[in-house]
């Protein structure tokens, strides 16, 4: 069983930026690929980007393709995703899910999530 514990949310001004890790632990790390969904009040939880087992493939939603990257480190057990040019529409309870294999693209179902983090972005 896979443990993901997420950490860099909060409050920021629209226009800021944010940075979010999830550390892994309980199965090695390089052998499955890792994504972030998210879930605004009153709405269903979204993909928002996944990477593969070596950070050679990566996916993103639509509505953050060019703001938000997705990354890895092997090394350390954690995936992070680095949030630019935040809008207030990005406001929402951050997860880091957990794949069974080496990819996963926008529909590949999860295995394992964490428990959130809260991102807030004023206008």
């Known amino acids: 069983q896979v443990q993901l514990v997420e950490s860099g949310g909060g409050l920021v001004q629209a226009g800021g930026s944010l940075r979010l890790s999830c550390a892994a632990s309980?199965?090695?790390?390089?052998?499955?690929?890792m994504g972030w969904f998210r879930q605004a009040p009153g709405k269903e939880r979204e993909f928002v980007a996944a990477i593969s087992w070596s950070g050679g493939s990566k996916y993103y939603a639509d509505s953050v393709k060019g703001r938000f990257t997705i990354s890895r480190d092997n090394a350390k057990n954690t995936v992070y995703m680095q949030m630019n040019s935040l809008k207030p529409e990005d406001t929402a309870v951050y997860y880091c899910?957990?794949?069974?294999?080496?990819?996963?693209?926008?529909?590949?179902?999860?295995?394992?999530w964490g428990q959130g983090t809260q991102v807030t972005v004023s206008s």
């Open positions: 309980g199965r090695t790390f390089s052998t499955y690929a």
């Open positions: 899910a957990g794949y069974t294999g080496l990819v996963a693209t926008t529909m590949t179902p999860v295995d394992n």
